[in-house]
């Protein structure tokens, strides 16, 4: 397997034409160039191609042409050097920040299929991300669980993306979407069926973000009770209720 950086070298080279990161992320995946663990690989990619360009800057591989929007840099310079360019503590906070966000969102895929075995769901995380994070069976029946983790944010707010392409592809009964609610002490499970999901995105409790590529869920406690994008939608019946996966 390539490194995400020269997968998207490879990928741009072929292509001769701008293109943005999360298209050179579905290209490298589609060609089997990459393989990730991650929930996000779009967001290790976009990081690989700034990390590169900020730190080599015109001997880097790639220039930017449009936001998120990166080529090949045609007119890299190729002069020796005796000392690499220092890496900005922004570039420094960039990647801690990434790395974090995959620790979190690893640590809820974790947390997520112990909770099944404990219910007696022989689940199993899966190795690469193909738009399912676990797979479970249990009386002959097969599962497929989308897991999305977050921490609570400064406006009291949980906030999940769900990717409009994994949703539509994924759109079968046997699929939940779990959402962990991280806490101080505890975690709290928000466990949606997909029809449920399908219902709050016509009900517009989902809406779409990002040019209509992916889906926001927005989560907020109010005086204890749970609501999904605002108090028309309470969700208290489906907040840490696992015998909803049947």
């Known amino acids: 397997m390539d490194s995400f950086r020269d997968a998207a070298v490879k990928v741009l080279s072929a292509n001769k034409q701008p293109l943005h990161y999360k298209e050179i992320t579905r290209r490298a995946l589609e060609k089997g160039l990459i393989e990730t663990h991650g929930a996000t690989p779009e967001a290790t990619m976009n990081s690989q191609i700034i990390l590169d360009i900020r730190k080599y800057k015109n001997r880097s591989s790639f220039i930017k042409t449009a936001p998120s929007t990166y080529a090949i840099n045609l007119g890299r310079k190729f002069e020796a050097i005796s ?123 989902i809406l779409p973000v990002g040019h209509g590529k992916r889906y926001r869920v927005n989560v907020k406690f109010r005086e204890n009770k749970i609501y999904l994008g605002n108090k028309r939608h309470e969700m208290n019946y489906f907040l840490n209720n696992w015998a909803l996966i049947k």
Do not use: W
Not at 113 to 138: H, P, Q, Y
Not at 168 to 187: D, K, M, P
């Open 83 to 205: 000392k690499q360019p220092e890496i900005s503590s922004e570039v420094t906070q960039e990647e801690k920040i990434l790395i974090e966000g995959g620790f979190t969102g690893k640590g809820g895929e974790h947390l997520v299929c112990s909770e099944l075995l404990f219910r007696g769901f022989n689940a199993s995380i899966m190795s690469v991300d193909v738009g399912m994070d676990i797979v479970a069976t249990k009386d002959n029946k097969l599962y497929g669980v989308q897991v999305k983790t977050s921490n609570l944010n400064r406006f009291g707010l949980y906030v999940f993306d769900v990717r409009k392409v994994s949703f539509e592809r994924h759109n079968t009964g046997n699929v939940y979407y779990i959402f962990v609610l991280r806490g101080h002490n505890a975690s709290n499970f928000l466990i949606l069926p997909f029809v449920e999901m399908e219902k709050k995105v016509y009900e517009k409790a």
